[in-house]
């Protein structure tokens, strides 16, 4: 079965840098595509960034080049990396999956929490300024 473990959340100040990780069990992190989402009160879980079967990377436009997904398939582990972190990057953080192969096409199918089955439990980030 499939699970998802993610870590590496915590608080920092604006203009910090944190890197989370989710590890994988159950399949493969670097034959499906995967993705970073994340929720705060009130609002809907929101795509951060994504990566399909062949490595492609999608990303929120709102993020500006600060954060990078990246897996590693001897660890079976996503990876994101956040850099220049501002309050408004404040949020549980969620990796999911939905166990299919899928590559290209429009960033929006990545980044949208319904194309995923598959969630972890998610890790907390708090920016303060």
């Known amino acids: 079965q499939v699970q998802l473990v993610e870590s590496g959340g915590g608080s920092v100040q604006a203009g910090g840098s944190l890197r989370l990780s989710c590890a994988a069990s159950?399949?493969?992190?670097?034959?499906?595509?995967m993705g970073w989402f994340r929720q705060v009160p009130g609002k809907e879980r929101e795509g951060v960034a994504a990566?399909?079967?062949?490595?492609?990377?999608y990303y929120a436009d709102s993020l500006e080049g600060r954060f990078t997904i990246s897996r590693d398939k001897a660890r079976n582990t996503l990876y994101l990396q956040m850099n220049s972190l501002k309050p408004e990057d404040t949020g549980i953080y969620y990796c999911?999956?939905?166990?299919?192969?899928?590559?290209?096409?429009?960033?929006?199918?990545?980044?949208?929490?319904?194309?995923?089955?598959?969630w972890g439990q998610g890790t907390q980030v708090t920016v303060s300024s």
């Open positions: 999911a999956t939905d166990r299919r192969k899928l590559y290209g096409g429009m960033s929006s199918t990545y980044l949208r929490a319904g194309t995923y089955n598959y």
């Open positions: 159950g399949y493969d992190v670097s034959a499906y595509f």
């Open positions: 990566i399909d079967s062949v490595g492609g990377t």
